[in-house]
């Protein structure tokens, strides 16, 4: 169990560097196993999700050198047609990505359905949908994705799909670039981390066109070749850095990061009252006075990512006036909510909307990290709520925060870390 033990009440002051995306990460890292060579990848976050899918990828007979905290070599070409082990993949929503690679590298899959942060239902049917349309067969047998390609192998082909979904256009992609075929994906998801992976898959010589719009062709090729890649910074790592400078007060340079993604993030933070400056790869947030009130409504990029609705509810809560949050990507995400109440916030949640009325001061007391993004939804209120907040179950936090700890350390920030027992948990 890992807890952490903020005094808030002191403005964050000082440049915080950006890390490598977790969400990219999290699917180029199963990607390798297309690839036959050594792939090594840079600015890769040191997070605990990352950590758990290089165990999964080890344990299936990859080799793996960590060159440097963020660098990493992979070489996924002794990898046995063995399945991941169930324990570990059960733990973390990306291990959905091994069905697309497995498919890929071997002609079937068969992978225990994935863990992850729970927000309702997350059903994987539009992967299912992707993978039918390649030309495999997919079953769900008692807690595994069982999927095989017909006789002649994937042949790839046309998926229209149902709901924008990250996952499903990644593991599509991944699962058709070594198919005999052409596939298009339409309804295509646009994040940044969807160009990431197209980007890695490319070079190292995928086929992919129009990664970043909605529709995505993967012409197939026989191979990839082994090369050099470097995953981009992290959107909403950046973006809780600028919602926590904007939530607490203060003057922060938010540097390694690439101010196109966080537009709408910039934008919702300027019209609440702090000065976002952008330059090349940084973003210079500073907020004097005090904030104002604004609605949100979480969308598929370009919108404003559901990842930062926990984060962008503490500067609603300090806020003058009324606020609305309505998520329109999951069921439920409003749990952190009721945390945030018993440090003064006034939220009152019904079905997928919060009315969240602004109060002058939160107040540090002990909650608890529901879920990753909930958990640094209360780092911030912690920082910015006067006396001590304790954070139990601070773990998921480090599932995509990489050195959380040390970085407002590192802009003046009073917050420390306690082990209390257990190992790693990964969510
Ligand atoms: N959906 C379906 N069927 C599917 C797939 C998705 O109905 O087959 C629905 C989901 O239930 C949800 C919506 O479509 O309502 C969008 O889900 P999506 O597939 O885009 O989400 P995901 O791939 O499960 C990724 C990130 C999440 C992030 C979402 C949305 C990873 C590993 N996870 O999840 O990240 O919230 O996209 O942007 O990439 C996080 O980092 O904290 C996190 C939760």
């Not at 063995?82 to 990505?97: G, N």
């Not at 992707?130 to 807690?143: K, M, R």
């Not at 790869?281 to 370009?302: E, S, W």
């Amino acid at each position: 169990m890992t807890k952490y033990v903020i005094e808030g009440g002191t403005p964050l002051n000082g440049t915080v560097t950006i890390s490598g995306a977790k969400n990219a990460a999290v699917a180029i890292l199963p990607a390798t196993l297309l690839v036959n060579g050594t792939c090594r990848i840079e600015n890769v976050p040191n997070i605990s999700d990352v950590r758990l899918l290089l165990r999964i990828l080890e344990s299936m007979g990859a080799e793996i050198r960590r060159l440097s905290p963020n660098t990493i070599e992979i070489c996924c070409r002794n990898v046995r047609e063995s399945e991941a082990s169930d324990a570990l993949v059960r733990k973390i929503r990306a291990s959905y990505y091994l069905i697309g690679a497995q498919l890929g590298r071997f002609g079937h899959a068969k992978v225990a359905l994935p863990g992850g942060c729970n927000f309702g239902p997350r059903p994987i049917d539009q992967h299912v949908k992707g993978f039918e349309a390649i030309g495999a067969e997919v079953e769900q047998l008692e807690g595994y994705v069982c999927a095989r390609a017909g006789e002649g192998g994937l042949t790839g082909g046309r998926v229209n799909l149902d709901v924008v979904s990250v996952g499903a256009t990644i593991n599509i992609m991944i699962g058709a670039t070594l198919a005999e075929g052409t596939t298009v994906i339409e309804n295509a998801a646009k994040e940044p981390h969807i160009v990431d992976v197209a980007n890695f898959l490319n070079s190292m010589g995928a086929k992919i066109s129009g990664a970043g719009t909605d529709v995505i062709k993967i012409r197939g090729v026989k191979a990839l070749r082994g090369g050099m890649y470097t995953i981009i910074p992290d959107q909403i790592e950046a973006g809780t850095y600028m919602a926590a400078a904007v939530a607490v007060g203060g003057d922060v340079l938010v540097q390694n990061v690439i101010p196109k993604h966080m537009d709408t993030i910039s934008a919702k933070l300027r019209e609440m009252g702090a000065k976002v400056t952008e330059y090349d790869d940084a973003i210079h947030v500073q907020r004097a006075g005090m904030l104002r009130r604004a609605n949100v409504k979480t969308l598929p990029y370009p919108g404003f990512p559901t990842d930062m609705q926990p984060q962008i509810a503490v500067c609603m809560a300090l806020a003058s006036g009324v606020s609305t949050i309505r998520e329109s990507i999951y069921e439920t995400r409003f749990g952190y909510c009721a945390e945030l109440d018993r440090m003064g916030a006034m939220i009152k949640v019904e079905s997928k909307m919060a009315t969240i009325t602004g109060v002058d001061q939160l107040h540090g007391c002990t909650v608890h990290a529901c879920d990753l993004r909930a958990g640094a939804a209360m780092v911030i209120a912690g920082l910015a709520a006067d006396g001590t907040t304790v954070i139990e179950e601070a773990e998921f936090i480090e599932r995509g925060y990489e050195d959380l700890i040390s970085k407002l350390q590192g802009l003046g920030a009073s917050i420390k870390r306690i082990e209390t027992s257990g190992s790693e948990k990964a969510g």
